[in-house]
């Protein structure tokens, strides 16, 4: 596959803001491909990376596979992630996220 690939190099290309970006796509990418523990892996990668934007954006796709799975408190701890980066498009979702999981009775 071309897309994954190119996430890949992009990944592995040096450069800190690049690779963390690509990580968060690669990680929307398996997703829609059903690779789930990939795609966690590189959301986890994209969380790691400290990044300011991809960083947030990554906690919210782990938190959201993370509840889907059943792991509330893995899904919680991924959602307060985003909320507490301090973006606030990344704090709302997030928020949003843990409103499901409080719905639900989680």
Known sequence: MAAKDAYHDAIDSGDADT???????????????GDVQGAKDAFQKAIDSG???????????????????????????AFQTAIDSGRPNAALAA???????????A
Not at 19 to 33: D, I, M, P
Not at 55 to 74: F, H, K, N, R, Y
């Open 51 to 77: 990044s300011a934007d991809a960083a947030p954006m990554a906690a919210i796709g782990l938190g959201e596979l993370l509840a889907d799975e059943g792991d509330v408190q893995g899904a919680k701890d």
């Open 95 to 105: 928020a949003a996220g843990l409103g499901m999981l409080t719905d639900q009775g």
């Open 19 to 33: 690779a963390s970006t690509a990580a968060l796509g690669l990680g929307a990418l398996l997703v829609l491909g």
